[in-house]
């Protein structure tokens, strides 16, 4: 039997909404029982993995902080393979400062090597202004994901994807995004378990992000229906994933074997 590796993204997926999405919590019992290896995804920029483990708790999901992989996370790891104990200036929360320290990486606003956009709920104008001409002094630009906007309670806030665009119209310059669709974050979250990309599922609720990186990195692909997608929006990309299922509890008891069932 093939022995699966899982990469599941949080939101839409395991939460939503800040509740868990039921039988969540069986599938990673279910998991942890058969010691399968998996990651916990997220192009959040702005949490640490210990912030998001502590977030999962309060969901009633134990996810251990190893088993959580940031847009931040694979940045940090992207910079340090291009360019070890560089330097940055960071737009971001501390998500992402904390993932490039630990990669060695020094945060300055003299000269640096990067301009790192991330998450942030309090963008400034200054450091924006900052950014952009760092980068006209040469600085490369890098953003942790291209996601336009992010909830709140309040309504929809502009995010990465949209302040990333402010700036390469005001420099000329385009960023790197690290974070999903980019299958790096695939591979790089592949990297940190050791295992390959040929037994290995993406589950996740959005075609343009989860299923796309996914295809690209060449991972089966699994689709929610507990999310942003539904079987008519899935429909209208010129790309499908290896199955569609309603949510995450219908893998429940066929982790070992999910496509024996007829999962398709």
Known sequence: MTQWTYLTDMDGVLVHEEHMVPGADEFLAELRASDTAFLVLTNNSIYTPRDLRARLLRSGLDVPEERIWTSALATAKFLDSQRPGGSAFVIGEAGLTTALHEAGYVLTDRDPDYVVLGETRTYSFTAITRAIRMIEAGAKFIATNPDPTGPSLEGLL????????LIERATGRSPYFVGKPNPLMMRSALNTLGVHSEHTLMIGDRMDTDVHSGIEAGLKTILVLTGISTKESAERYPYRPTAVIDSIADLVGRTQDPFSSGLV
């Open 158 to 165: 502009p995010a990465t994807g949209s302040i990333a665009a």
